[in-house]
């Protein structure tokens, strides 16, 4: 079994698969459409306390439970619960990343479908055509699932060679390269006509539009972006050393997830505003208005038009790739340590069952009337079910969990590395995480549904 309990090698293999779960599509468009619409670096402001005030500790905390346990999510919690119902949040963690992985494969498979309409030039043309090409591609039955097996395939891939073989030695090639994707774009973007206006907007604080809605946008955008109970930061864990300063850590992570979040709006906005455009027009940022920015912003040069939205959909990709990633091998670790079967066999598991949640997720967004309930597609019911039941249930639960059942000395024995590290900040991270981190997150909850 030494294979199945493997740890990452190196610290930067740490960081950067633990990066990459957290860097995904929501850096991408989430944050710089939210930016747009909240005031810009009043927002950008803001996000950075709430990552520090909420996203960090709860990092930390979901750290602390993969490492004790040194097993999947669901055992992991299991032997801090001591046989108490608490265990059950474990199995909410596993659950909420399963049925994540299953639509978000389907998002990431539009990534592909873009990279490979980019290639062939097929994203040219007035606003309209660029509108009606999405959503003749989304609601199409058999392009999208096609592209959504292709992903979830790729992922299944890099899992099956474990820990080190697979995760890790991905993230290390991975990562980079969005990275530096994401730089090329930045300073082609920035170099437009008119681009500084685009800068300006991110840079300065808008205050007139800040209100109680954007603190609690923040504060959400903050939760979601690290990927808190999802699962993935759990199991991840769970292959860290002794060693691994779990603090140090998720500063880092965090450092590297807000960095890409704002190099995003960096890349966005300039294009955008170059163009005359806004980019605060939500969830069809990526797939309707950016095609539109980049053929007006590079109609001179279309050629470096083609480039740089070729560049910009490998970059969706790869962001879409590494959490994937995380989110397939949630459930792969599951799998296989509960049945005791071989790492392949889990995530065989993994692969065709959420490829089947996949599939009927995206046929919902046809004309298939039998995947949809009350008006809304099975697509959008496993967003909102995930995304605003379980993942704020979860976190909320778990800061309950680890501020209040787990006995005091645990959890300062993993935050100090058993007294080789001083724990300077422990006394705060304990406090964060028994008040203030449940209040953030349930004022969150409560927010969206209206209630405050």
Known sequence: MSEERANFGSKLGVILATAGSAVGLGNVWRFPYMTGQNGGAAFILIYIICVLVLGIPCMVSEFIIGRHGASNTARAYSKLANGTPWKVVGFMGVLTGFLITGYYAVVS???????FSSIMGELKGDPNYVTSYFQNFSQDPIRPVFWTLLFLLIAHFVIIHGVRG??????????PALFILLLVIVVASCMLPGAEKGISFLFHPHLEKV??????GALGQSFYSLSIAM???????????????????????SLVDSMVAILAGLMIFPAA?????????????????????FNQAFAGFPIIGWIISLMFYLLLSLAALTSLMSLHEVSTAFFFEELHITRKK??????????ILGAFCSLSLGDMDYLQLNGKSLFDIFDFVTGQIFLPVGGFLTCLFLGWYVPKDIVRNEFTNWGTLKGTFFQCYLFL??????LCILAIFLHQFGII
């Open 166 to 175: 697979g995760i890790e030695r991905a993230s290390k090639m991975l990562m």
């Open 211 to 216: 209100d109680s809605g954007v603190f609690l």
């Open 346 to 355: 889990g995530a065989v598991i993994v692969t065709v069952t959420t490829f």
């Open 433 to 438: 995480i028994r008040f203030i981190c449940p």
């Open 273 to 293: 505003f170059s163009v005359g455009i806004n980019p605060d027009s939500g969830p069809s940022l990526i797939f309707i208005t950016l095609p539109n920015v």
């Open 231 to 253: 699962g993935c930061i759990c199991t991840y864990a769970s292959y860290f050393s002794r060693q691994t300063n779990l603090l140090k850590s998720a500063v880092q992570v």
């Open 109 to 115: 498979g539009w990534c592909l479908q873009y990279v």
